[in-house]
């Protein structure tokens, strides 16, 4: 009998099973096929948020609830295979999160990390362990795990920005906590750009011991790393499947950003008809620039500029573009890795 085939009921077996569930068993083998899968087998599906619905709604929301009445005014992007969970896949969590002008996010703290991809801004800031920052378009800002952080908005504009957390995760594990600080804003102890001046000019501390498993540089500008595609482009052959992606790194150990969450930005440049490809980190992507396609397994997903758009796990992907298109994503991937799971398919194969 192989994995994808059940033993054949009988009347006495039912009655078997049956005399067994009041005390809290089952048979392995009567459940088998359906938790060892042969391949991934997820309710996760391909599906996009067109930005412009979900920020015409944000400031739908806006006119009915402050930003410090909700503590964060965000609507959650949940997979519509996974309704009532507030996943995007399986092991993550996405949401939108809006600061209208004057307002400020109150300082809080939990056992989950979080990125911030920024969608909209002329005068946002975040603050992250007494270090402030400015938000800029395209910018990949990290909230480590168990630091205090609050957002506010200086403009005369709204705010918006994409909110990827590890939720899934912590909360499978039963690992979560969280409290408030009681204050709107935290103390900043820190000059802006402290961070960056210490950890990003591929120098260290003399004496610095690693602390954390997330990145000392919690703020990495778009307009550095767009600058370094920009750069590949002239010298770096084009990835059939990838075109030109690179990852954001822990300049310590140069691993991933964040643990449990991991982030690429890549480069597709124009008339890109990109060959197939499958892995297990089911991923969400953020369009930063141009318009393109995605062809997931047999769905089609056209996206432009701060569309949000998911690939589930095990499902064949190829990109095609007109012109050039810039591409944010994130996934699971170095849970995976660490544990040994991770796997990825190239090719019709």
Known sequence: MSLT??????????AFYDAI????????????????????????????????????????AADLITAREAERRVLILENPGLKGTSKVTTSLYAGIQCVMPGEVAPAHRHTQSALRFVLESSGGFTA????????????????????????????????????????????FLDASFAEGLGEDQQEITRPMGDSAARFGANMLPLGYEKAAPTSPIFNYPYARSREALERMRRTEA????????????????GGWAMPTIGTCLQLLPGGF??????????????????????????????????????????????????????????????????????????GNQ
């Open 128 to 171: 992250v362990a007494g270090e402030k920052t400015e938000m800029a378009f395209g910018d990949f800002v990290i909230t480590p795990n168990w630091e205090w952080h609050d957002h506010g908005n200086d403009s005369d504009a709204p705010i918006f920005w994409l909110d990827g957390l590890d939720i899934p995760v912590v909360q």
């Open 238 to 253: 084009w990835d059939p499947a990838h075109g030109l992606k690179m990852r954001y790194v822990n300049p310590v150990d």
């Open 5 to 14: 085939e059940k033993p054949q009921e009988t009347p006495e077996r039912q």
């Open 21 to 60: 569930e009041p005390e809290s068993m089952r048979a392995l083998w009567s459940v088998m096929s359906g938790i060892i899968t042969p391949e991934p087998k997820s309710d996760c599906r391909p599906f996009k948020w067109s930005f412009a619905s979900v920020r015409a709604r944000l400031l739908e």
């Open 273 to 346: 008809d990109g060959a197939p490809y499958r892995s297990t980190d089911a991923t969400v992507y953020v369009g930063a620039e141009g318009n393109g396609r995605a062809l997931v397994g047999d769905q089609r997903i056209d996206f432009g500029p701060r569309d949000v758009f998911v690939v589930p796990s095990w499902h064949e992907l190829r990109f095609e573009t007109a012109g050039d298109v810039v591409l944010f994503s994130y996934s699971d991937r170095p849970i995976q890795e660490k544990l040994g799971l991770f796997r990825e398919r190239r």
